[in-house]
């Protein structure tokens, strides 16, 4: 029942690989993102599973309203995979960087919106999105980051992992900064801060209960993302904050469009990295003494 749909960019997100296995359940639908979504939802209304794959921002951006108005308005059984988000995509620039695309999957009502932080995160997601009856759109990079996890961790839909204790700070984030978050506790280990480092790769629905519980047993939260502030997991962790146990809150994210470059000059000019977080702790624990 599995099928892939690609936007001509199937040997960027690599779903070429997926065609050559299984030529009949693969569609190339050219550079035409609004009609993949379509097509995709036509495939999930006759009983299939689709995979429609694109750059996040076109996907997103392009193919937003047949996502409002052929997959979620009738919550079919599509599952949008977002590939090269945030600005680490590097060189090809701020047009094809998406920064809002975790905002736009979010609000569309009904979905799952998932963000893997390395390579075990991102095939057992993706298996749990397969066994998923609903629309989900997957969040992915494309520079090569650091395996945080071992094939044996398990994921579930609507649940976090603490991937490191803490006592003093929670860290909460998501997709390549969960590496980033685990350096910056260990910046804060050498200054005495307890660091508790968070990876909430369930966007929607949140794992409300650890955030909960992180605002009660820390005083204080961060928030990091590769992603616009406005509109990105920092706010639906806000709001759970708020209407359980508030408790200080910063947040480390992009607040406008970055340049061209490489990406790990970009994750540093644009403060994506563990001692931006760091600093962002500190500035937190401050505020809850």
């Avoid at 390395?118 to 609903?134: P, Q, S």
Wanted: with cysteine; proline share 5%; glycine share 10%.
């Amino acid at each position: 029942r599995i099928w892939a749909v690609d936007a001509d960019l199937s040997k960027s997100t690599m779903t070429h690989l997926f065609g050559k296995e299984f030529p009949d359940r693969f569609v190339s639908c050219g550079i035409a993102e609004a009609n993949m979504v379509a097509v995709a939802a036509g495939l999930a209304s006759c009983g299939k599973i689709p995979f429609a794959s694109s750059f996040s921002c076109f996907i997103l951006n392009k193919g937003f309203e047949q996502l409002r108005v052929t997959v979620a308005y009738p919550g079919l059984n599509v599952k949008i995979v977002g590939t090269h988000s945030g600005i680490s995509i590097g060189e090809d620039g701020p047009s094809q960087m998406s920064i809002e695309d975790l905002a736009l999957a979010c609000s569309l009502p009904g979905f799952t919106v998932l963000a893997p932080a390395d390579e075990f995160a991102t095939r057992a997601l993706v298996r749990a999105a397969a066994a998923h009856v609903g629309p989900v759109f997957i969040r992915t990079g494309r520079p090569k980051v650091p395996v945080v996890y071992g094939p044996e961790q398990q994921f579930a839909i609507g649940k976090s992992i603490e991937a490191a204790p803490g006592t003093g700070v929670t860290i909460i984030t998501y997709g390549l900064l969960v590496f980033e978050a685990l350096q910056a506790r260990e910046i804060l280990a050498a200054e005495g801060i307890s660091a508790r480092v968070v990876d909430m790769y369930s966007i929607k629905p949140l794992d409300t209960d650890a955030v909960i519980r992180a605002a009660k047993e820390t005083g204080a939260i961060v928030v990091a993302e590769e992603h616009l502030v406005d509109g990105g997991l920092g706010v639906r962790v806000a709001q759970a904050v708020v209407s359980a146990a508030p408790c200080p809150m910063e947040f480390v994210g992009l607040t406008g469009y970055a340049e061209s470059g490489s990406p790990d000059a970009l994750l540093d000019k644009y403060g994506m990295r563990a001692v931006n977080i760091a600093a962002a702790a500190r500035k937190v624990v401050a505020r809850k003494q």
